[in-house]
T-cell receptor, first 115, second 113 residues
């Protein structure tokens, strides 16, 4: 069973460009979470999605950031008009069931660098 | 809101030393508690978890006990190895019925041979 897959692993963008980060959850998992890790910091929750629904976006910046998890295909985290402060590692995690004691399985992350 | 506070790093130990990384939390309700480990350039891997008070999570020689009275979940290992060098994150979920993980700031551990 393949783990959580994220691509690209590394992404370089210039200020003002768009960044699209993709996450394919583990097979059979219908819950996806996105987290952001700034250098030398812990992970901060951004958004929680189930298939076709955003369940909790309380950690998502109000502007320029959006996320989706369509019925078919990977979950996408989209950052429009990137700024230097968006440089970070973005991790996706998936879980099979709802419930706070269910383990979240993490992908390897996408490291975004904004020039 | 919910929060997790971890022992400041970095921590450097010699091989076979005893390890403790302190973790305390603030949460409403009855959260589940986790320790995750991150090796260089990789994502996070679950190391152990505990879902209710007095539960002990254990894996690969690491242990942590869910202490409700002191709101703590300290990570311990009796004899560390060079391969244990990594960043360790304490986390909780479900404190306010939420599914998201709330992480501490991480503790970088280096083990010297």
């Amino acid at each position: 069973n393949a783990g959580v897959m994220q691509n690209p692993r590394h992404l370089v963008r210039r200020r003002g460009q768009e960044a699209r980060l993709r996450c394919s959850p583990m097979k059979g998992h219908s819950h996806v979470y996105w987290y952001r890790q700034l250098p030398e910091e812990g992970l901060k929750f951004m958004v929680y999605l189930q298939k076709e629904n955003i369940i909790d976006e309380s950690g998502m910046p109000k502007e320029r950031f959006s996320a989706e998890f369509p019925k078919e295909g990977p979950s996408i985290l989209r950052i429009q008009q990137v700024v230097r402060g968006d440089s970070a590692a973005y991790f996706c995690a998936s879980s099979p069931l709802q419930g706070s004691n269910n383990e979240q399985f993490f992908g390897p992350g996408t490291r975004l660098t904004v020039l | 809101g919910d929060s997790v506070t971890q022992m400041e790093g970095p921590v450097t130990l010699s091989e076979e030393a005893f390890l403790t990384i302190n973790c305390t939390y603030t949460a409403t309700g009855y959260p589940s508690l986790f320790w995750y480990v991150q090796y260089p350039g990789e994502g996070l891997q679950l190391l152990l978890k505990a879902t209710k008070a007095d539960d002990k999570g254990s894996n690969k020689g690491f242990e942590a006990t869910y202490r409700k009275e002191t709101t703590s979940f300290h990570l311990e290992k009796g004899s560390v190895q060079v391969s244990d060098s990594a960043v360790y994150f304490c986390a909780l979920s479900g404190g306010q019925g939420a599914q998201k993980l709330v992480f501490g700031q991480g503790t970088r551990l280096t083990i010297n041979p």
